[in-house]
């Protein structure tokens, strides 16, 4: 079994900067890969941003240039820092997992206004 759990959403203005962090239950480097996923209000969810345990990283277009997704072994924790936000950046931001199968945290929620 593997817990996710998200923090660091809020409310932002344009241009404003976050970053989230997802702490994992179990060490990560046995989660590969991880990432980070988002479901603006009225729309499926979609990938932003992918790690795995070798390093390599893969970004959706939308947010290449501005969002950065690392993570830090020895914390068991993932982040995605987000800068220059835009409000189509608005929704619930999920961090998963996989391990054998994927494990989803509970989403944290992020809103840019404009």
């Known amino acids: 079994q593997v817990q996710l759990v998200e923090s660091g959403g809020g409310l932002v203005q344009a241009g404003g900067s976050l970053r989230l962090s997802c702490a994992a239950s179990r060490i990560i480097f046995s989660l590969n890969p991880m990432g980070w996923y988002r479901q603006a209000p009225g729309k499926e969810r979609e990938l932003v941003a992918v790690i795995t345990s070798g390093g390599s990283i893969n970004y959706a277009d939308s947010v290449k240039g501005r969002f950065t997704i690392s993570r830090d072994n020895g914390k068991n924790t993932v982040y995605l820092q987000m800068n220059s936000l835009k409000p189509e950046d608005t929704g619930i931001y999920y961090c998963?997992?996989?391990?054998?199968?994927?494990?989803w945290g509970q989403g944290t929620q992020v809103t840019v206004s404009s």
């Open positions: 998963y997992g996989t391990y054998g199968r994927p494990y």
